[in-house]
């Protein structure tokens, strides 16, 4: 739907689009994503607010469910404050407020509002640590949560390529889930530290963290089970190891439960059929040249899932997949297309990861079409941006 409220406002100035997009010091392709409605990050909301003299709600910058969620997040927020002076062990189990805000910036997180989710995490993990490495009636209780929020913060650090504090965040997320003696999460820890592997195309330390969490998973959660051998399958196959990959995915496939989000560890792991059918077969198949078969990896999740795209990262992650698929089978004009998507929604999400990995997709494009319009077209998406 179209921010009409934005429009009227920027036009009752006289203004442009180039020249509000100058004025508020934001690109002309943000400004134009407003006026068609579609979410912005919260500090190019701030300057355009700054710049019209108005608030978000006045801008239709800010929807109901947005504003929603700010606001029990500053609820959140004041309730831990108080505590940071002077914080009492007993106060901060008071009415569950660390493990609320915990789920709260996992909900943030995952559903597209990663900059809220910055500004409000440490906090959390302090307060969290704090109580984890002091020998109390809540002591495992606290390791329990401080493993969830490091295994957040592991994630978010590494969706902005901060690999080394994402490393240390995954490791602190292990020893606590020991200190809790929640096999669970440290599963859930080595996953973490066996992407940051990944990203970083090492594929000998994500081999051993997987192999790591395969040795405990005879107590773990099936999601949990099914999430490691998917992801081991996508290692082999980044290693050339096409047995070795398949078989994995076979064991992927028989563990994985048919609805994820009924796990006890889909809160913080949140891997949904997607990640069996995407993370682990699709992506498998293209490390081995098979993007025929990755394709119907694609086609028979969106067969089994009604919006395997609903999460923003999630959506993000496909358009990647869709333009690797592509690409591997020739077709310029939807891999064009699939890419100026995709880097707007890594833009928007503040993925450094993402808008380097279809960096690396959109150089793909440049050698096998050297001398196409298309293909030059495409050069203005993929300039520096401010993050």
């Not at 020249?19 to 409605?37: M, W």
């Not at 997607?274 to 040249?289: I, W």
Request: aromatic share 8%.
């Amino acid at each position: 739907m179209k921010n009409h409220l934005l429009r009227e406002a920027r036009l009752r100035k006289g203004w442009s689009q180039q020249q509000l997009a100058d004025f508020a010091g934001i690109s002309v392709s943000t400004v134009e994503r407003a006026e068609r409605g579609e979410p912005l990050r919260i500090d190019s909301i701030q300057r355009l607010c700054e710049c019209l003299d108005k608030t978000p709600e006045e801008l239709g910058l800010l929807k109901n469910e947005d504003r929603k969620k700010e606001k029990e997040m500053e609820a959140l927020l004041h309730d831990i404050t108080p505590l940071t002076n002077n914080w009492n062990t007993a106060d901060l189990w008071h009415d569950d407020v660390l493990s609320r805000g915990i789920a709260a910036c996992q909900d943030l997180f995952f559903n597209g509002h990663p900059h809220q989710v910055e500004a409000i995490l440490p906090l959390y993990c302090h307060h969290t640590t704090l109580l984890a490495r002091q020998p109390s009636p809540f002591q495992q209780k606290a390791a329990r949560l401080a493993s969830q929020a490091h295994l957040l913060a592991c994630e978010l650090l590494a969706d902005r390529e901060n690999f080394g504090a994402a490393e240390q965040a995954g490791k602190q997320a292990f020893i606590y889930g020991k200190i809790a003696d929640d096999t669970n999460l440290q599963v859930a820890s080595l996953i973490g530290l066996a992407n940051i592997g990944f990203h970083r195309k090492l594929t000998n330390v994500a081999l051993r963290a997987y192999q790591r969490a395969i040795s405990l998973l005879d107590n773990a959660t099936p999601l949990l089970k099914g999430r490691t051998y998917a992801g081991i399958a996508e290692v082999y196959a980044m290693r050339g190891q096409f047995q070795e990959s398949m078989r994995a995915m076979g064991l992927a496939y028989e563990h994985f439960p048919l609805k994820p989000e009924d796990d006890p560890a889909y809160p913080y792991l949140r891997a949904s059929r997607y990640s069996l059918y995407v993370f682990g077969d699709a992506q498998s198949r293209l490390f081995l040249g098979q993007p025929k078969e990755a394709e119907k990896a694609l086609i028979a999740m969106q067969q089994e899932t009604n919006d395997p795209e609903v999460e923003p990262i999630t959506r993000l992650d496909m358009l990647y997949y869709q333009a690797e698929i592509q690409i591997q089978q020739k077709d310029l004009d939807q891999s064009a297309s699939i890419l100026i998507e995709g880097a707007k929604l890594a833009k928007e999400l503040g993925s450094r990861l993402y808008f380097n990995k279809l960096i690396g997709s959109y150089n793909k494009l440049s050698i096998q079409w050297p001398k196409e319009k298309r293909v030059a077209e495409l050069e203005e998406w993929f300039q520096p941006w401010d993050l």
